[in-house]
């Protein structure tokens, strides 16, 4: 029974930022992959950020290094640290977990950037 919980987000003004977090129960091991995706109207899922369990990031393109993942395997936990924020940030973001047999999702996180 996994769930991920996730919080955070908001609505902010162009340069701010926000920290999302993701919260995993009902497993015990951590997941080979934790990370982001987001999700605008009309179009697939998107990586945003993921990191493996050896600590190895991958980011979207379009992150340009403002924004940093991070693990914590104690907690089973993912956290997402999002600085010079843009509007064409604005998306519904999901935490996603996997393993090599099974993929799990959050619930949707609204992140608003206005100009």
């Known amino acids: 029974q996994v769930q991920l919980v996730a919080s955070g987000g908001g609505s902010v003004q162009a340069g701010g930022s926000l920290r999302l977090s993701c919260i995993a129960s009902?497993?015990?091991?951590?997941?080979?992959?934790m990370g982001w995706y987001r999700q605008d109207e009309g179009k697939r899922h998107e990586l945003v950020a993921e990191?493996?369990?050896?600590?190895?990031?991958d980011y979207g393109d379009f992150v340009k290094g403002r924004f940093t993942i991070s693990r914590d395997n104690a907690k089973n936990s993912v956290y997402l640290e999002m600085n010079n924020l843009k509007p064409e940030d604005t998306s519904t973001y999901y935490c996603?977990?996997?393993?090599?047999?099974?993929?799990?999702w959050g619930q949707g996180i609204q992140v608003t950037v206005s100009s």
């Open positions: 009902g497993t015990i091991a951590s997941f080979e992959v």
């Open positions: 996603n977990a996997r393993e090599r047999l099974a993929n799990f």
């Open positions: 990191m493996n369990s050896r600590g190895i990031a």
